[in-house]
Structures are given as structure tokens and as C-alpha cells.
């Protein structure tokens, strides 16, 4: 299958030792964050996938690098405390308290049947209402297609079009940089889907 969100060209910049250490001279995030370690392998299917864990710290607003040109920005304080705040698909807009330390999460970073970038974060975390956090996926084609958007996937593998209910989590695409972005109100799996209806199995 032929990667079609950027992991190719990671591969060639980076050399495949750099990736496999985590390629923080290319894909380095911003300052104040602890760098992604990363580690690839192949899926059944030939497509790409990695593991790459971070540190998010509630008091610094930072962006995160990820494998396949990808990466995730918050900014100060976005994340609920998951020892207190409650979770589910009733519960992204509710008020809750903001975690006051740092905390590890994994991305896993492969591609759809369709050659599509999927990101799938770990633990299930969801954000403080008004609070940013935006997640941007490195796709050139989808980027100049207007019907690719971000859908959320669920644990039963149903992935749905936020922002088809929602405005401010519509998806936009910037085809001069190939990246289609959408801010999130929570953590689990997304992935691109283009041509495709706002309800989707996988």
C-alpha cells in the first residue's frame, strides 16, 4: 500500500535509525514539551505503524510531533483530571477539573484501508470546555478534497463526523501545507475519511 500521509518521505529524512529513536531532529515539538519516543513496524496489511509516547504538561500550552508529519497542539491547562472527571459521549461539554500534572500518553500512528492517517491516543481523555486542542494530520490528498474530513472513532469501531454536529469541530484543510486539522474535545481514535458518509464503520 502506498503511504499517502507523509511516512515515506519521514522515513527518507530521517534514516531509519533516527525514526526508530524517536527523529527529534525533524520532528521535534515545541519548546517546553518532552519529546516523543517512537518505534515502527509493519502492520499485516504493509502499512506503517507506530507507537510513540509524550508527556503532556498541563502548565506549559505545547505541540506534540508525531510520527508521519502529524501532531497535536494544546494549549495551557486543556486536559480533565481522568481521576475525577467524568467520560462519554454525553460528557465532552461538561465542566470538570483541569489535571495540575504531568501525564504519559501513547499515539498510535497507521493507515486506513484507504491510505488514509489514523491516529489512536491512549489513556481516554477528555478537555477542559473552551480550551484548544487541535489535532493535525499530514494527508497532501485528502488536503485538496473537499468531502475529507476527521471523524472520532468509538471502541465499538463506529466513526463519526463531529463535526457535522458541531461547528467547532468542523474539519479544514490547507492544501499548500497538505494538512487537514480539526480541534477535539476528547481522546480516542481518529482518522481521515474521504468520499465517504458522516457515519462510518471500520
Keep these: 500500500m502506498r503511504a499517502r500521509n507523509g511516512f515515506s518521505r519521514l522515513i527518507l529524512a530521517c534514516g531509519i535509525g533516527s525514526v526508530v529513536a524517536g527523529c527529534r531532529d525533524v520532528a521535534a515539538p515545541s519548546e517546553g514539551a518532552k519529546g516523543p519516543s517512537a518505534q515502527l513496524v509493519s502492520n499485516t496489511d ?110 465499538a469501531g463506529q466513526c463519526v463526523d463531529e463535526g457535522a454536529v458541531q461547528a467547532s469541530e468542523e474539519t479544514r484543510r490547507d492544501a499548500a501545507l497538505g494538512i487537514v486539522f480539526r480541534a477535539i474535545k476528547h481522546f480516542s481514535g481518529y482518522l481521515i475519511s474521504a468520499g465517504r458518509t458522516a457515519v462510518a464503520d471500520l
Excluded at 64 to 84: E, K, M, N, W
Excluded at 143 to 149: G, P, Y
Design 46 to 155: 504493509g502499512s506503517v505503524l507506530a507507537t510513540t509516547t509524550f508527556v503532556y504538561d498541563p502548565a506549559v500550552p505545547a505541540t506534540y510531533s508525531l510520527p508521519g508529519q502529524h501532531r497535536i497542539s494544546f494549549s495551557l491547562g486543556a486536559v480533565c483530571d481522568p481521576a475525577t472527571s467524568s467520560y462519554g459521549v454525553t460528557e465532552w461539554d461538561q465542566p470538570c477539573q483541569p489535571l495540575l500534572t504531568p501525564i504519559t500518553i501513547t499515539a498510535v500512528s497507521s493507515l486506513t484501508p484507504q491510505g488514509h492517517p489514523r491516529v489512536d491516543f491512549s489513556p481516554a481523555l477528555r478537555f477542559v470546555p473552551g480550551r484548544e486542542v487541535t489535532l493535525y494530520l499530514r494527508d497532501a490528498e485528502a488536503a485538496l478534497d473537499a468531502s475529507a474530513v476527521i471523524q472520532w472513532c468509538d471502541d
